[in-house]
Every structure is written in structure tokens, then in C-alpha cells.
């Protein structure tokens, strides 16, 4: 097969430019080309979704490109994710805050986007990438034989490759045209801008509030992803490298319209209402620039082919900001591809190994859109959202992280299949687990709720802590699938925890309507029996003593809401109404 091009990516942002990199280390003999429409030299602060990274992409910027000293060096190490919930009406210091005391142990970034792209740029030309710059991609014409090239249809004339890369971001070139697109069960939209100078989080707090200004002891707590909560919605807060920062206003449909915020006016008068302290920071800044994205979320049924192409970031999927993954899908993506196109040009692509990664991808983005989706009413309470956070997280770390950080998706398939039907285990524990808390916050009486003004998440000690620190602990296959089942079973564990939550606050009124509209049952896979729900009312002393550690760890970061019954009877009275809700099995006919 003769063509102009191995490999041409499509598209020259952060996925294609990223991909570009991988591929000419870890495949050098591989012609490459990316092709981008916009030209250098791009703003230096060029404003685009993906600023902030978390674990897995951090990962792969810093350890698996290489980039570790260009980051550390040129963008700002991330002090993790940080939540303000609460009455978003009130003072800011009497908000319950969810968020790190301290400087995670695994790095993240905050990354600087116009920066970032036009180094990388540069990068990718020093390690012999062409890159064709000023060229659109109108059409990409796949092969319909194994011996014949693909073509791509740029606006200066075709270009033929051996394997084609749509890094086109929502244009998705080829999941439209190959009819791969799915829909997504999270109906949110976003707008968001820059301001020329730091916006921080403590600036929105009076200097007299000492205590809530003492929790930050290092200074470090406007380095954070930032949100501000409020019911169906969030403002992100992300600081820049070049004194910029970062705004962004994300709502769920059902709560906030998208026609209520998506000008520039009609954003700054929806910050005035919904969060009004940011308003008082930033009235009379000026915007930078207003981007805006409705109806964000997409899933894919594939996202790659042993028939030569690849979708990778934007091309293929995006589930949602919250949590900052957009990233970590570009990681995988271009990873997973990387593996095609080497094995490929060895001449040793195996169909089986495409397919088994292609399922894996397509189930972490479902599994992450089922997160994210359906949460408008869990945002403004600190007890549920610290629930939350704490499931997702150690979700996140035990499965999406560790087959990454472990390189399980570079075992062959017999092996993938092994793993893959591990991530089917979680996928389920996670979708009861965000049935719970949807249906926790859905019958929550308060307009707020948490009894700490603070919780450290990770807080230290405790097993969450322990699995962050765990990622960077390197293991065999065999000791990563062995650590998979103890995660899953410390993540039963967890959301027995949760539930354990929900009903002492729910109560007797609340507990059997939850037990009802969620369906509980011994068939959940929770350790329901046993002493756990049988201890919770001994003395003091002695209940800690009887409590396995995680339950001791949530309510040491969370706090203790008391019930109105003992937990046994509560659980008892879940337990009935979903019994007596389900329909009875039909009798045979005499």
C-alpha cells in the first residue's frame, strides 16, 4: 500500500497534537502528519475547554509523554478539586467546603491551553511530525479494501494515509458519518470566559474570617479547581499560568435553563443572582472572550476500528467537566491508539485486541456520564456532595486509574476480556451507588445540608487517602486485577456507608420511600447483615470499636447525623416497601 502519510491525525489540538508526540516516541519509524486549520502563533492564553487535569491525565502528560519538567515549569501544579455548596445566597465562609488540606501526593496541573498547544507545536515538528497548518479537513474517505490507502479531503488538495486519526473535537468527522454516535443520559450546557488578572476563591471571604482563611495553611487553596454549588448547577474558578483566570458557568437543563446565561450579559446577570460574591470580584472586569457550549454531552458505540481509524478526544466522546476528565479521554484514547498504529505497521494488530479496548473505552464513558448525569440536586447539600465525592473517587482511582496507571490496556486480549469483565462489576456497584444518592438528595427535606464546614478529601488517614496514594504503587497484572476485587469490596463497603447516611438522615418518614424508589435488596451486593447495622446505637466507645474503618473514616470526614430509629430498623423499613413494591411472582395455573 502506497501512501502519502502512516499515520495523518486530523485535527491539531490538545488530542491530536498529544497523539503527534506519542506517536513519534513510541512508534519512530511512523510517517506522521497532523493536519490544522488555524495557524501559529495562537494566543498565548487562548481560551478552551480542558484547562484543568486530573490523576490519570496527569499521568499521562507528565509520565507516559514525558512532560513532566515542561509542566512544572510552564503551568501550575493543581491543588485538586475543591467544592463550595451551601446557601449560595450566604457568606462564602459558612459554606460547607469539600477539598484537600494539603497538595495531593499523585500531581495534577492546571494547564494553560494557548500555551500548552503552541509548545507542543514546536514539539512535535522537533521530533519529525509534519505538521500542515492553514488546511481544513473537509471529508475523510475511508479505504474499502485492507491494500488501498484512505483518503483525506483537506482544503489544499487530498492527502492519503495507511491509518486516519479524527482529532476534528465535536465535528466528529467520522463518528457522524459512520453513524457511531450515541446519546448521553447528561442534558447540561456551559458558557465560560476569561478575566486578565487571579480571581481567588479567598478574595470572596472578608480577611477578619480567620478561621476559615487558617485552613489554608500553605496559601495554596486558589490553586484548586474551584466550584461553586448551587442547585442543578456549578462556576468553576481555574487559575492560569498567565495571571488569567478561568470562569465557567455549568447548569443541568432541568434546572437551569441554557437561554438564562448564554450571552455575555445574560451570564454576568445570572453570576449577580446565583453567586453573587463572585459578582462583587469580578463587576467591571473585562471579559476576555464568551465561549459557549449547549447540550455538551455525547457517548460513542466505537471509537476505533481494525479497519485503520481511530476517534480520539473530543472526535469521539465527552461526558462533562465536573470532575475534569475531558483530558483523561484524550489520554486513553490516544494511548489505546498509539498500540493500534505500532501493532499495525509491525504487521501485528490483532482484531480481538481493537475490539476488547474499544469496549473498555466505550463503558468508561458511560460509566462517567452515569456519574455525572442527574446530579442538580445533590450539588447544594455538603453531607450528600462529600458522599458523593467520596464514592467517585475511589470509583475513579480503583478502576479508570489503575488499568491505566497499571498498563492493563496494553496486555492482549484474553487478558482484557479478564479486566473488562471486572470494570462490568464496578459499572454496576456505580450505578447503584448514583441511584442512592440521587434518590437520597430527591427526598431530602432541608434546602442545605452537612454538619461540617469542612471536609478534607482526601482526608488523611483514611482509605480513601490510601487508595490515592496507591496509584503510584507500580504492580504485576496479577496484583492489579487481586487489588480490584479488594477495591470492590471496600467499595461495597462504601456505598453500604452511604446508604447508612442516607437513612439516619432521611429518617423513618424518608427510609422506606427510599428503599422503595430505589429497589433495595439483599440482590444490591451490600453488606447489609451481619453487626454493621446491628452496632450503630451501642455507646460511643464501643460503636467505634465495632464499625469496620471505613465507616469511621466517612463519618470522620462527613459528620454523624443522628436518626429518629435505631439503623437496623431503618434498613428494615427500606427493605419492606421495596418488597412490597416489587410485583409478585406469578402463580402457575392449577
Given at each position: 500500500?502506497?501512501?502519502?502519510?502512516?499515520?495523518?491525525?486530523?485535527?491539531?489540538?490538545?488530542?491530536?497534537?498529544t497523539l503527534a508526540y506519542q506517536l513519534r516516541n513510541e512508534v519512530p519509524d511512523a510517517k506522521i502528519a497532523v493536519i490544522e486549520r488555524q495557524k501559529r502563533p495562537l494566543p498565548e492564553a487562548a481560551h478552551k475547554v480542558?484547562?484543568?487535569?486530573?490523576?490519570?491525565?496527569?499521568?499521562?502528560?507528565?509520565?507516559v509523554l514525558g512532560l513532566r519538567p515542561y509542566l512544572l515549569d510552564n503551568h501550575l501544579k493543581k491543588n485538586g478539586l475543591r467544592f463550595i455548596c451551601g446557601d449560595t445566597q450566604g457568606p462564602v465562609e459558612e459554606r460547607p467546603e469539600i477539598g484537600p488540606s494539603e497538595f495531593p501526593t499523585v500531581p495534577s496541573y492546571q494547564l494553560d491551553r494557548g500555551k500548552l498547544e503552541n509548545d507542543l507545536r514546536a514539539m512535535i515538528e522537533e521530533k519529525g511530525a509534519t505538521l500542515l497548518e492553514g488546511r481544513s479537513v473537509k471529508d475523510i474517505v475511508l479505504a474499502e479494501s485492507d491494500d488501498a490507502p484512505h483518503v483525506v479531503q483537506t482544503s489544499e488538495g487530498d492527502l492519503t494515509c495507511r491509518w486516519v486519526v479524527d482529532a476534528t473535537g465535536r465535528l466528529r468527522i467520522l463518528q457522524k458519518k459512520l453513524g457511531h454516535r450515541r446519546p448521553s443520559p447528561n442534558k447540561s450546557s456551559a458558557v465560560w470566559f476569561r478575566v486578565r488578572e487571579r480571581v481567588l476563591v479567598g478574595e470572596l471571604?472578608?480577611?477578619?474570617?480567620?478561621?476559615?482563611?487558617?485552613?489554608?495553611?500553605?496559601?495554596?487553596?486558589?490553586?484548586?479547581?474551584?466550584?461553586?454549588?448551587?442547585?442543578?448547577?456549578?462556576?468553576?474558578?481555574i487559575p492560569l499560568s498567565t495571571g488569567y483566570t478561568s470562569i465557567g458557568i455549568v447548569c443541568h437543563d432541568e434546572h437551569q435553563p441554557f437561554t438564562t446565561y448564554n450571552t455575555k450579559e445574560k451570564a454576568l446577570a445570572w453570576i449577580a443572582k446565583n453567586e453573587p460574591r463572585v459578582m462583587e470580584r469580578i463587576e467591571g472586569l473585562e471579559l476576555e472572550d464568551f465561549c459557549m457550549m449547549p447540550n455538551y454531552s455525547y457517548l460513542t458505540d466505537r471509537f476505533a476500528s481494525s479497519q485503520r481509524w481511530s476517534c480520539v478526544g473530543e472526535a469521539a466522546a465527552f461526558v462533562d467537566p465536573l470532575y475534569s476528565l475531558g483530558s483523561d479521554f484524550i489520554s486513553m484514547s490516544n494511548s489505546y491508539t498509539t498500540r493500534f498504529v505500532g501493532e499495525y505497521l509491525r504487521g501485528e494488530l490483532q482484531h480481538e485486541v481493537v475490539e476488547e479496548l474499544n469496549q473498555i473505552y466505550c463503558r468508561l464513558a458511560e460509566d462517567a456520564a452515569r456519574t455525572l448525569s442527574n446530579n442538580g440536586r445533590i450539588f447544594p447539600h455538603g453531607d450528600l456532595m462529600g458522599a458523593k465525592l467520596w464514592w467517585d473517587f475511589f470509583n475513579y482511582w480503583s478502576f479508570m486509574c489503575a488499568h491505566f496507571f497499571q498498563g492493563i490496556w496494553r496486555q492482549d486480549a484474553a487478558t482484557l476480556k479478564k479486566f473488562r469483565a471486572m470494570q462490568a462489576r464496578f459499572y454496576q456497584l456505580n450505578s447503584r451507588a448514583q441511584t442512592l444518592l440521587e434518590t437520597w438528595a430527591e427526598l431530602?427535606?432541608?434546602?442545605?445540608?452537612?454538619?461540617?464546614?469542612?471536609?478534607?478529601?482526601?482526608?488523611?488517614?483514611?482509605?480513601?487517602?490510601?487508595?490515592?496514594?496507591?496509584?503510584?504503587?507500580?504492580?504485576?497484572?496479577?496484583?492489579?486485577?487481586?487489588?480490584?476485587?479488594?477495591?470492590?469490596?471496600?467499595?461495597?463497603?462504601?456505598?453500604?456507608?452511604?446508604?447508612?447516611?442516607?437513612?439516619?438522615?432521611?429518617?423513618?418518614?424518608?427510609?422506606?420511600?427510599?428503599g422503595r424508589r430505589i429497589g433495595?435488596?439483599?440482590?444490591?451486593?451490600?453488606?447489609?447483615?451481619?453487626?454493621?447495622?446491628?452496632?450503630?446505637?451501642?455507646?460511643?466507645?464501643?460503636?467505634?470499636?465495632?464499625?469496620?474503618?471505613?465507616?469511621?473514616?466517612?463519618?470522620?470526614?462527613?459528620?454523624?447525623?443522628?436518626?429518629?430509629?435505631?439503623?437496623?430498623?431503618?434498613?428494615?423499613?427500606a427493605l419492606a416497601a421495596a418488597a412490597s413494591a416489587r410485583p409478585s411472582a406469578p402463580q402457575p395455573s392449577v
Open positions: 500500500m502506497r501512501a502519502d502519510y502512516d499515520v495523518i491525525v486530523c485535527g491539531g489540538g490538545l488530542a491530536g497534537l480542558g484547562e484543568s487535569s486530573v490523576e490519570l491525565a496527569s499521568h499521562y502528560f507528565g509520565e471571604v472578608p480577611k477578619d474570617k480567620t478561621e476559615w482563611h487558617q485552613r489554608d495553611v500553605d496559601q495554596v487553596r486558589w490553586l484548586s479547581t474551584v466550584h461553586l454549588m448551587g442547585k442543578g448547577y456549578w462556576l468553576w474558578l431530602k427535606a432541608k434546602p442545605f445540608g452537612g454538619p461540617k464546614g469542612f471536609v478534607g478529601l482526601p482526608s488523611f488517614p483514611s482509605t480513601l487517602a490510601d487508595a490515592h496514594v496507591e496509584l503510584k504503587v507500580k504492580r504485576t497484572v496479577d496484583e492489579t486485577y487481586a487489588k480490584m476485587e479488594r477495591d470492590l469490596k471496600i467499595g461495597q463497603e462504601l456505598v453500604t456507608e452511604i446508604l447508612a447516611h442516607a437513612l439516619r438522615d432521611l429518617g423513618s418518614d424518608g427510609a422506606a420511600e427510599l433495595l435488596s439483599l440482590e444490591w451486593d451490600l453488606p447489609l447483615g451481619g453487626e454493621r447495622f446491628a452496632v450503630d446505637d451501642l455507646p460511643r466507645r464501643q460503636r467505634v470499636d465495632a464499625l469496620p474503618r471505613i465507616a469511621r473514616d466517612m463519618e470522620r470526614a462527613l459528620g454523624r447525623v443522628n436518626g429518629d430509629k435505631p439503623l437496623r430498623e431503618l434498613l428494615d423499613l
